[in-house]
């Protein structure tokens, strides 16, 4: 099984600024990358996928870039919708979530 | 538009059975493989199961295979998720999903909660 691992657990920011959050693979998925993001209560919200391509309605702010083993999703000048959970995703074999990041609020 | 309700948690002790149900509109049922993904208290995403568009190939994670069975049915646009032998680690909110033909998951439903304690 492909182990997914997101980095940082927590990550606090002030409103306006920017996040970066990270994803590993334990191997190879090429692009075959997704990131959702949840709030609470909530079902998961697909934000990107193809490592890169934004899903419909997605603002610009979230940029996902990287393929392969490493992974990053950029959320660019912070709105206060944006503090949540972030999860990503690999579907090149099987299918595994990482174990999410909170941003919250600093 | 796409939506997807899903109905028949609640709560079971252990050793129990409970059925899920999913019910799907807004797009061609019959073409689309659908998953069931869990989500324990505070915890993260977990795929449980899937199955083909016409329910002749069904995968499973490990630890529900032999007790979980997944099926559909493409007249009624539902699918389902028979849970057997429940025990407390299956407690979680059980997630509805469409699989994208490419792998990632654009449309999921609200969730129904199965609490597994006695």
């Known amino acids: 099984e492909i182990v997914m691992t997101q980095s940082p657990a927590t990550l606090s920011v002030s409103p306006g600024e920017r996040a970066a959050l990270s994803c590993r693979a334990s191997q190879n998925v090429r692009s075959n990358l997704a990131w959702y993001q949840q709030k609470p209560g909530q079902a998961p919200r697909l934000l990107i996928y193809g490592a890169s391509t934004r899903a419909t309605g997605v603002p610009a702010r979230f940029i996902g870039s990287g393929s392969g083993t490493d992974f990053i999703l950029t959320i660019n000048s912070l709105q206060s919708e944006d503090f949540a959970v972030y999860y990503c995703h690999q579907y090149t074999s099987g299918k595994t979530f990482g174990q999410g990041t909170k941003v919250e609020i600093k | 538009e796409v939506q997807l309700m899903e109905s028949g948690g609640g709560l079971v002790q252990p050793g129990g059975s409970l059925r899920l149900s999913c019910a799907a509109s807004g797009f061609t049922f019959s073409s689309s493989w659908m998953t069931w993904i869990r989500q324990a208290p505070g915890q993260g995403l977990e795929w449980v199961a899937n199955v083909k568009q016409d329910g002749s190939v069904k995968y499973y994670r490990d630890s529900v295979r032999g007790r979980f069975i997944i099926s559909r049915d493409n007249v009624e646009n539902s699918v389902y998720l028979q849970m057997n032998s429940l025990r407390a680690e299956d407690t979680g909110v059980y997630f509805c999903?469409?699989?994208?033909?490419?792998?990632?998951?654009?449309?999921w439903g609200q969730g129904t909660l199965v609490t597994v304690s006695s």
């Open positions: 999903v469409r699989d994208d033909a490419s792998g990632y998951y654009e449309y």
